[in-house]
């Protein structure tokens, strides 16, 4: 999971925090207290860690105003981080008076085992384990209206499967779901899914729209397919790079000055993955700009 499609996936939370509680249940079978709120937060919680790491994530649940449950998020792409979980749960549990899950995504099945690890803090009985969904865990949806009816779960189903055999038609429930959204977001998930398919499912998918198999979706296959795709893959990876990398100064509450954006709005799409690459490590704006 690249540091991209891991920013992807917390924009996916975002915009629907409700399917935290379909990954959990699918790990454990937890009674959900009533609510009638579900907030996405983020807060920088980890005193432990370099000031640039990125805030924490969590889904808090609330009902007439008194939070009766989070879980919180960790997306990852490697086995670096386990070791600050244990201080995330307990920093939340602390802040909202609440009881806290965590839950680990993960689109490397051989990361699942790994990060299901158990964590011994060294107090007698503390041992920690997170609620860690993969591949497996998943959803596989290549339901249509499945895909219409929850497309930020369907995009993540295809981020996990779309590259696995018979994946097309994980995508294809995906794409029905990005129908449902406006213009922008469509265009902004659709050519990230593109760029996590390997070379042989984009052929599959070349020739499937070439035979006309998109039928009960010929607008959207029309106009992110066959109307000069390439291009519009680039122009897409472009606009969703500069999105990406605005939200993360956000989060880092770098506010860029008019000239600065300028120079942000007419970057390549190399140089905007550069600085998206090394936003982490720079200690302010003006330096980041300035590689």
Known sequence: MSARVQEILIEL?????????????????????????????????????????????????????????????????DDTSPY????????????????????????????????????????????FKALVAGPKQIPRITNVEEGRRNPQLALISAFAHADSPGGLAVLVAACAGLLTLDDARARFYHDFVLTSLGEATLRELDAMTAEGRYDYQSDFAKKYFTEGREKGRIEGQMFATRRLMLRMLSQRRWAPNPEQMDKIEAASLAQLERWFDHAPMASNLAELLAL
């Open 13 to 77: 939370f975002r915009e629907s925090p409700t399917i935290s509680i379909d990954f959990l249940k699918r790990i454990l079978p937890v009674e959900i207290p009533a609510y009638d709120k579900a907030e996405f937060r983020q807060e920088a919680l980890d005193s432990f860690s370099p000031k640039n790491t990125r805030p924490a994530s969590a889904v808090v649940f609330s009902k007439e105003g008194v939070t009766r449950l989070a879980i919180a998020l960790e997306l990852q792409f």
């Open 84 to 127: 600050r979980w244990p201080h995330h749960v307990s920093a939340w549990r602390a802040k909202l008076r609440a009881p806290v899950f965590l839950l680990v995504l993960t689109l490397d099945q051989r990361l699942t085992d790994i990060l299901a690890t158990p964590i011994s803090l060294g107090h007698p009985g503390y041992v």
